[in-house]
């Protein structure tokens, strides 16, 4: 929990509305804010790893664990790197174990390396017999022996020296290269490498450290180096601004991995020191948390180096420190001199005060008068207003029922006067077949089922559009009563299903079964079946035919 609330407190500054470099410089001072968190984490991870190995039951688990341990290490305490590098190597020894002897051989070169013993690193490397390793050892090898020759290139004068240790790290970088899986982020590291320091392309070498800080996670050694290197090829084309950007990004994946032995921060404090007067506080913070990391990791060419550049830092930073103090000085005389002018001014404006005192006591009387009587003018012309409203609404309401009404009253007319004309026809009829003796004739067309059905066409539709008309949201609020997945669907505007007309007549107030039976042209049994399967998909059946009742409850 802790980790990911470090974590969130980084990735926060991502969205700061600011330029692109005070961003990163204000994300890296949130994580250097966070130092102390981050390396309780790595004490607690080591202290874990300390205690396996404690408990580890045979010489090959102490082993890895003295690897593992070496590793986590080797860039974050110089001392403890080479503790764990020997412990291995002699307990390697102590079993025959040809494999682990390399490995700590190697691993002792690549910490004397880094903590700047040549001489000593040359010595373990020659122990190594490179016919013996695997592929995996062969490739920490030549990495041991390049990092070995591009160190002792850094560091000597001698021309001839620099030609032969540049010959010597090209070769082992490109067998190393040999023994790396392509397209992984490891091989574009090393070919960014050998891009910039055998090819000397600073342009291509750029576009493979770009793919290694997109693959490589920001806490990662790999991720740090990439960024530093991005950074230097940025420096080469004279793009400060790209240069500064992968510097800090650099130095924010130093804290967070964390690395001790890292060379970013101080890089960057010195060009802000350098090329920014304004920073010379953020510049002297940076290399004092340079200088406790190089002494944490107790690399002393760090400290060395470190520790020329310091006293020029400290010492504009102290200059600047002076200045500030004179001008809170000077600031503090003239907030004496604007003091004094300040009571003169202030026993003037309590005179005034005095005799203003009393009118803004009346005046706020009179005020308070005026508001409680316009607040009182409100209220009414709020509740006149509310009232208009109301009286509005239900007007509408009123000629909208009216109109339904209105609209009901003629279907009901169309209705009487088609049953009216239907019962003259068939009076006419009756006549007519008794004159002329048809009685079996009348008798045939009377029972006709196909005057019925016409007859119940005509009302059902009759009834269907009145309906609807007075109770227009009838079937949408009962879908509300049924499962989402037994909805009634209408397939033709302005009609009722058969489902939906029984219903219909039991919101009207039609419960019975054989009284909607008979209005519906159907059998008792057949309205029951229909009801039961409408309720069988209700979503509360106890309760479904009163839920009905209170459907359209406005009209």
Same mark, same amino acid.
């Given at each position: 929990m802790q980790a990911r609330l470090i974590l969130l407190s980084i990735v926060s500054f991502l969205v700061i509305g600011v330029s692109a470099d005070h961003r990163l410089l204000l994300r890296l001072d949130s994580v250097i804010a966070e130092r102390p968190n981050i390396s309780a984490m790595k004490e607690q991870k080591l202290d874990n790893m300390r205690k396996e190995l404690v408990l580890a039951s045979t010489d090959e688990a102490k082993l890895k664990l003295y690897d593992q341990l070496y590793q986590e290490y080797l860039t974050y305490r110089y001392d403890s790197a080479m503790v764990y590098a020997i412990k291995g190597y002699e307990l390697a020894k102590h079993i025959n174990s040809q494999y682990y002897?390399?490995?700590?051989?190697? %691993?002792?070169?690549?910490?004397?390396?880094?903590?700047? #013993?040549? %001489?000593?690193?040359?010595?373990?490397?020659?122990? !190594?017999?490179?016919?013996?390793?695997? %592929?995996?050892?062969?490739?920490?090898?030549?990495?041991?022996?390049?990092?070995?020759?591009?160190?002792?290139?850094?560091?000597?004068?001698?021309?001839?020296?620099? $030609?032969?240790?540049?010959?010597?790290?090209?070769?082992?970088?490109?067998?190393?290269?040999?023994?790396e899986?392509?397209?992984? !982020?490891?091989? #574009?590291?090393?070919?960014? *490498?050998?891009?910039?320091?055998?090819?000397?392309?600073?342009?291509?070498?750029?576009?493979?450290y770009q793919k290694v800080v997109d693959m490589a996670p920001i806490n990662s050694k790999?991720?740090?180096?990439?960024?530093?290197?991005?950074?230097?090829?940025?420096?080469d084309k004279g793009d400060m601004d790209m240069y500064v950007s992968w510097l800090t990004n650099s130095a924010i994946s130093d804290m967070i991995t964390p690395l001790k032995e890292n060379l970013s921060l101080q890089e960057l404090a010195m060009y802000? #020191?350098?090329?920014?007067?304004?920073? !010379? *506080?953020?510049?002297?913070?940076?290399?004092?948390?340079?200088?406790?990391?190089?002494?944490?990791?107790?690399?002393?060419?760090?400290?060395?180096?470190?520790?020329?550049?310091?006293?020029?830092?400290? %010492?504009?930073?102290?200059?600047?420190?002076?200045?500030?103090k004179s001008r809170i000085l000077y600031g503090l005389v003239g907030l004496g001199i604007l003091a004094v002018a300040f009571l003169v001014a202030l026993l003037f404006i309590k005179r005034q005060n005095t005799a203003l005192h009393k009118r803004r006591i009346e005046l706020l009387d009179k005020n308070q008068e005026l508001h409680e009587q316009h607040e009182e003018v409100r209220r009414k012309n709020a509740l006149l207003e509310e009232q208009g409203h109301q009286l509005t609404r239900l007007n509408e309401r009123l000629i909208d029922t009216n109109f339904r009404r209105e609209g009901l009253a003629k279907i009901y007319i169309d209705l009487c006067a088609k049953y009216i004309d239907k019962l003259k026809k068939y009076q006419t009829l009756v006549q007519r077949k008794i004159k002329a003796n048809q009685v079996s004739e009348l008798l045939s067309t009377i029972s006709s089922s196909r005057i019925s059905e016409e007859d119940a066409a005509i009302f059902l539709g009759k009834f269907d559009k009145a309906f609807l008309t007075l109770y227009p949201?009838? !079937?949408?609020?009962?879908?509300?009563?049924?499962?989402? $997945?037994?909805?009634?669907?209408?397939?033709?505007?302005?009609?009722?299903?058969?489902?939906?007309?029984?219903?219909?007549?039991?919101?009207?107030?039609?419960? *019975?079964?054989?009284?909607?039976a008979d209005l519906l042209f159907y059998s008792p049994q057949t309205i029951y079946n229909y009801r039961s399967a409408v309720k069988n998909r209700a979503i509360n059946k106890d309760t479904f035919d009163d839920d009905i009742q209170k459907l359209c409850t406005v009209i």
């Amino acid at each position: 929990m802790q980790a990911r609330l470090i974590l969130l407190s980084i990735v926060s500054f991502l969205v700061i509305g600011v330029s692109a470099d005070h961003r990163l410089l204000l994300r890296l001072d949130s994580v250097i804010a966070e130092r102390p968190n981050i390396s309780a984490m790595k004490e607690q991870k080591l202290d874990n790893m300390r205690k396996e190995l404690v408990l580890a039951s045979t010489d090959e688990a102490k082993l890895k664990l003295y690897d593992q341990l070496y590793q986590e290490y080797l860039t974050y305490r110089y001392d403890s790197a080479m503790v764990y590098a020997i412990k291995g190597y002699e307990l390697a020894k102590h079993i025959n174990s040809q494999y682990y002897l390399n490995k700590f051989l190697i %691993s002792s070169t690549l910490t004397n390396v880094r903590g700047g #013993f040549y %001489s000593e690193a040359e010595d373990n490397i020659r122990k !190594v017999k490179p016919e013996e390793l695997d %592929s995996v050892l062969k490739y920490e090898y030549h990495i041991a022996l390049f990092w070995l020759y591009l160190s002792m290139r850094e560091y000597t004068d001698d021309p001839r020296a620099k $030609d032969d240790y540049k010959q010597r790290m090209d070769s082992c970088l490109l067998k190393a290269i040999q023994y790396e899986r392509e397209n992984t !982020v490891n091989w #574009f590291y090393l070919m960014g *490498e050998k891009m910039h320091y055998v090819d000397d392309d600073s342009k291509q070498s750029a576009v493979y450290y770009q793919k290694v800080v997109d693959m490589a996670p920001i806490n990662s050694k790999l991720y740090a180096s990439a960024a530093f290197s991005l950074a230097r090829c940025y420096m080469d084309k004279g793009d400060m601004d790209m240069y500064v950007s992968w510097l800090t990004n650099s130095a924010i994946s130093d804290m967070i991995t964390p690395l001790k032995e890292n060379l970013s921060l101080q890089e960057l404090a010195m060009y802000l #020191f350098e090329n920014d007067p304004n920073q !010379v *506080e953020r510049a002297t913070r940076y290399i004092y948390c340079s200088m406790e990391d190089a002494q944490f990791f107790n690399n002393r060419l760090r400290i060395i180096d470190i520790s020329h550049k310091f006293p020029a830092i400290l %010492s504009a930073y102290t200059n600047k420190i002076t200045q500030q103090k004179s001008r809170i000085l000077y600031g503090l005389v003239g907030l004496g001199i604007l003091a004094v002018a300040f009571l003169v001014a202030l026993l003037f404006i309590k005179r005034q005060n005095t005799a203003l005192h009393k009118r803004r006591i009346e005046l706020l009387d009179k005020n308070q008068e005026l508001h409680e009587q316009h607040e009182e003018v409100r209220r009414k012309n709020a509740l006149l207003e509310e009232q208009g409203h109301q009286l509005t609404r239900l007007n509408e309401r009123l000629i909208d029922t009216n109109f339904r009404r209105e609209g009901l009253a003629k279907i009901y007319i169309d209705l009487c006067a088609k049953y009216i004309d239907k019962l003259k026809k068939y009076q006419t009829l009756v006549q007519r077949k008794i004159k002329a003796n048809q009685v079996s004739e009348l008798l045939s067309t009377i029972s006709s089922s196909r005057i019925s059905e016409e007859d119940a066409a005509i009302f059902l539709g009759k009834f269907d559009k009145a309906f609807l008309t007075l109770y227009p949201t009838f !079937v949408q609020e009962l879908n509300t009563l049924l499962a989402p $997945d037994q909805q009634i669907i209408v397939k033709q505007a302005d009609t009722l299903t058969t489902e939906l007309r029984i219903y219909a007549l039991i919101r009207l107030g039609v419960k *019975e079964s054989a009284e909607i039976a008979d209005l519906l042209f159907y059998s008792p049994q057949t309205i029951y079946n229909y009801r039961s399967a409408v309720k069988n998909r209700a979503i509360n059946k106890d309760t479904f035919d009163d839920d009905i009742q209170k459907l359209c409850t406005v009209i």
